[in-house]
DNA sequence: AGCACGCCGACT
DNA sequence: GTCGGCGTGCTC
């Protein structure tokens, strides 16, 4: 007897293990491991990925699973295993691991149904009209009719069934083809056949018999013989055509073509950088390089030229960039220079295009992957390369279960395959940079721009200097010059703000009063659009308040400048510069994205004001004058890395100034000009920020000094909170070395969110074997002993937001 | 997580 | 006496 190991699709502590189900007989020799199966589930049927097939089980009574979901297992050995290394790395469910390796399409739906068994005339008159004839009932009609308990007694009385249902949450999309299904020599008596008012029958058919595809879709058809669909569908009736459902791929890319590139020849710096991955790719050894090279220096067409290399080994290529869709470019030259052989996966495709491309991959039909954080578990199975562009982003550290991070997950996959990594940035992170120094990554550099272009010119403008020379605008008085001279001179400007939105609060001036959110402590976020603060957190919102709440005043002031605000405020100082403004307001529709570049690029602005996301990847020839507004809205946070973030940031930005003929100049404002994050990114000085930063790693005992865990105690009650965390601390303290720091309890940054009192507890250690263990019982302990089913306990290693 | 089972208070 | 509230414990 055959009987396999299930994962259930339940994400608890307590069904996080493995359930034997036999298979059934005919199912055996199909069944897999890395197959999604439904099984039975207490009284419910559920999805289960299955993840062994043994010979017998130590269960006494054992279910059989109920059938296969898939044909092919979705998950191979490799990710199977993988999955594993997830689950203890980032204390997270295995059910969890293997959803996040899977597109959302394969997630299962559930739905609940009631069927009649037999007459309905032994029902309650109530139930029978519910029914009305049919068959089935949903779960969710009859919840809302209120008659879940009278349905009860009828299941009782074995009239009615409740029937569980697994679906898939994604379809795949079917194609209508038509088809010919007559021989030419039947064909002119076919056509002789039609009555002669029929015309449009007859085009098709010419039309097909001409045509020297066999088999074409009813929409293409229909518009090359200019029939209608009831032409096709009496022609098929007749016998003349036939249709057929064919699978199809949604493409995402379908109506845009990409011109072909070839290989460019690589610089000697170039080379020189090359040459170790294409030796680690020649002999298939698996190494990690940190590619640290200038913005504009060429990183680019190194991965594709080691691409190129990987694909000529027959083997297979994913490239992580920050979030694709933000970087159209990037998939110009992919796609370029690759052309189909490459899937793109990134947020901004639909549920059923991310499932399309990732079958494309599944079945080899594509070679290169492009895409944002989770396309590291492209279920590639000879993989020869894999590129982190931008390793510094914090966003390839997911946020929620599993908390991994898609730098140590590619080189764990790397390892399998024994094939290289290549990390690259401008502003590498330190942790990266670090291991670089010691050895455990090889450091290659591209000192130099491309052709030689020196870095732009920086200038940092004191902010307070400005306010005291009676300047109270948000732009000082060189950047405003600056930015009349570029549009006299038809060359365009960025400008950088790090906030969307109009104004960060509102503050009363008279008494203080700032307007916060009652169910966290955040203070809320003003909206122009509709006039209303709002909560970042909880999604709180009201009107703006006419007059103080507290003392009655009505001189409000609003606070903190937003894109929305300085694209008005522009409007007023400089109403002919053609402003195009790119932040998650304006870029949230589908497209947005590119066709504000596009406008950008084909100089239709002369100004392009937005948020980080116009940070990374902008390669245009005429930006000439990059502006920061505001330097300082990141060095604030109450974060060990915002220094580093804010040298990162300010650095790409600058980086987006004279990338090519054009000499760039670049502007920062700032109220904490002295700062040496803001300093050295004025200077483009990496080396030098690196050696500064590391020193305030070390004196705070943080990365990469030190290792990170923290865990987070979350509860409706303040007591109750700041004593388990009190405890949970108390634990692990007895638990570890005395190399290992722990900070806490002590109230989370934002110490309430949604009425829910947080506490945390960060440790920072060494070497500790055992604190995996020490934290998953922690998590055990709190989560089966749930008496208190409020309380929250969440675990996260090596976190990037502490909040 | 969901669902059943089981034990207590408020109704036809 | 029954309906339904939610505390408890299990799911191969």
Redesign the pocket.
């Known amino acids: 007897m055959q009987v396999a190991s299930v994962i259930v699709d ?3 502590m ?2 996080d293990r493995a ?3 036999t298979i059934p007989e005919k199912w055996t020799g199909m069944i897999q491991p890395g197959m999604r199966v439904v099984v ?5 049927k559920i999805q289960g990925f299955v993840t062994e097939l043994k010979s017998g ?1 130590n ?1 006494k ?3 059989s699973l109920v059938e296969p979901m898939d044909l092919v297992p979705v998950l191979n050995s490799e990710l199977l295993e993988l999955a594993d290394w997830l689950t203890e790395t980032t204390l997270c469910f295995k059910i969890s691991a293997y959803q996040a390796m899977l597109p959302a399409a394969m997630k299962a739906k559930y739905e ?1 149904i009631f069927r009649l068994r037999g007459e309905e005339e032994l029902l309650n008159e109530e139930i029978a009209a519910f029914f009305n004839k049919r068959a089935e009932l949903t779960w969710d009609e009859a919840a809302k009719a209120g008659v879940l ?1 009278s349905l009860r007694q009828e299941i009782k009385a074995d009239r009615i069934e409740l029937i ?1 249902k697994v679906k898939s949450r994604g379809q795949k999309k079917n194609i209508r083809m038509i088809g010919l299904s007559l021989s030419p020599e039947e064909l002119s008596a076919g056509l002789d056949s039609l009555p002669a008012n029929a015309q449009k029958q007859k085009d098709v058919l010419n039309y097909l018999a001409r045509s020297e595809t066999s088999l074409l879709s009813a929409k293409e058809l229909m518009d090359r013989a200019g029939a209608g669909s009831s032409t096709l569908k009496s022609l098929i009736e007749k016998g003349f055509l036939f249709e057929r459902q064919q699978e199809m791929y949604r493409d995402p890319y379908e109506d845009r073509e990409f011109e072909q590139t070839q290989p460019l020849p690589l610089t000697d710096q170039q080379q020189g950088a090359i040459a170790p991955v294409l030796g680690a790719i020649e002999e298939n050894r698996h190494e990690t390089f940190l590619l640290y090279g200038v913005t504009g220096s060429g990183k680019t067409e190194i991965y594709l030229q080691s691409i190129q290399r990987v694909l000529e080994k027959d083997k297979e290529a994913i490239v992580l960039v920050p979030e694709i869709s933000l970087t159209p470019q990037m998939v110009h030259r992919f796609k370029g220079r690759f052309g189909d052989d490459v899937a793109v996966l990134h947020s901004g495709l639909s549920i059923g295009e991310k499932y399309d491309e990732w079958r494309k991959i599944q079945r080899k039909e594509v070679k290169v992957v492009v895409g944002a954080r989770s396309a590291v578990f492209a279920p590639f199975e000879n993989l020869g390369i894999i590129i982190i562009d931008e390793e510094h982003e914090t966003s390839y550290k997911q946020e929620e279960n599993p908390r991994y991070h898609a730098r140590e997950t590619a080189i764990k996959r790397a390892d399998f395959y024994h094939c290289p990594v290549i990390l690259g940035s401008a502003t590498p992170s330190l942790e990266s940079f670090a291991r670089a120094q010691k050895g455990v990554y090889q450091l290659l550099t591209l000192p130099k721009r491309m052709n030689n272009q020196q870095l732009p010119d920086v200038e940092i403008i004191d902010m307070r200097e400005e306010l005291r020379s009676g300047n109270r605008s948000m732009f000082s008085h060189a950047l405003f010059d600056k930015l009349t001279d570029r549009l006299e001179k038809g060359e365009q400007t960025v400008l950088f703000l790090n906030r969307r939105g109009h104004s960060s609060f509102i503050m009363c001036r008279d008494c203080g009063y700032v307007a916060g959110c009652p169910h966290c402590d955040i203070s809320l976020t003003y909206h122009r659009q509709s006039h209303r603060m709002k909560c970042h957190y909880c999604g709180f919102e009201e009107l703006v308040p006419s007059k103080c709440p507290e003392c009655n005043s009505e001189h409000i002031r609003y606070f903190g400048t937003g894109t929305q605000k300085v694209e008005d405020e522009l409007g007023k100082l400089l109403p002919h510069a053609k402003v195009v403004r790119m932040d998650v307001d304006t870029t949230s529709r589908k497209g947005a994205h590119e066709k504000l570049l596009r406008q950008f690029e084909e100089g239709k602005a002369d100004i392009l004001l937005g948020t980080q996301m116009i940070a990374k990847g902008l390669d245009f020839p005429n930006i000439t004058l990059v502006g920061v507004l505001s330097a300082d809205t990141m060095l604030h946070i109450p974060d060990f890395r915002s220094s580093e973030k804010t040298f990162q940031l300010l650095t790409q930005v600058s980086g987006r100034a004279g990338r090519h003929h054009l000499q760039g100049e670049v502007v920062i404002q700032t109220y904490t000009p002295e700062h040496y994050s803001i300093q050295l990114a004025g200077k483009q000085d990496y080396d030098q920020f690196y050696n500064q930063e590391m020193m305030m790693r070390k004196l705070g005992n943080y990365p990469p000094f030190y290792y990170l865990a923290l865990v987070t105690v979350s509860h409706e009650d303040v007591m109750t909170a700041s004593g388990v965390t009190e405890k949970i601390t108390q634990y692990i303290q007895s638990r570890v070395s005395n190399q290992a720091i722990i900070l806490g309890p002590v109230a989370s940054p934002i110490p309430r969110i949604n009425d829910r009192y947080r506490y945390q507890c960060l440790i920072k250690y060494k070497r500790e074997p055992k604190l995996h263990e020490i934290l998953k019982t922690v998590m055990e302990h709190y989560t089966k002993q749930q ?1 208190d089913k409020n309380l929250q306990v969440a675990v996260d290693v090596n976190p990037f937001i502490m909040m």
Not at 40 to 44: C, D, I, S, V
């Open positions: 339940v994400a608890a307590q069904t359930f034997d189900y039975p589930f207490g009284p419910r089980s269960v009574k054992l279910k609940k308990s569980y008496k």
